[in-house]
Nanobody
């Protein structure tokens, strides 16, 4: 059984920072595609960032503010979020896909965490 467990969400003021973590079991992170997606109430799930090998990709809305990284020794994926804006408020999910997968397409990721809430106040 594959498990992804997110943590690190919370309430922060606009301009603040948070770091999300995603602990992965039964994966070797260096060999799989991992991504962050988010979903605000009443909206569709959106791509945020993804990483495979040394390649990263970001949604235009977060480029320059968010950084995706992983610690292979700890089997953990991170999302450093700086200069947060109220429109970043959403539930954030990490996802995993074995091998090299289309980074931005959530539908191809078979494994998902339970999500962690990020709320940015103005």
């Amino acid at each position: 059984q594959v498990h992804l467990v997110e943590s690190g969400g919370g309430l922060v003021q606009a301009g603040g920072s948070l770091r999300l973590s995603c602990a992965a079991s039964r994966f070797i992170l260096s060999s799989i595609t991992m991504g962050w997606f988010r979903q605000a109430p009443g909206k569709e799930r959106d791509f945020v960032a993804a990483i495979i090998g040394s390649r990263t990709d970001y949604a235009d809305s977060v480029k320059g503010r968010f950084t995706i990284a992983r610690d292979n020794a700890k089997n953990t994926l991170y999302l450093q979020m700086n200069n947060l804006k109220p429109e970043d408020t959403a539930a954030y999910y990490c996802a995993a896909c074995a091998g090299t997968c289309p980074l931005r397409i959530g539908g191809v990721y078979p494994y998902w965490g339970q999500g962690t809430q990020v709320t940015v106040s103005s």
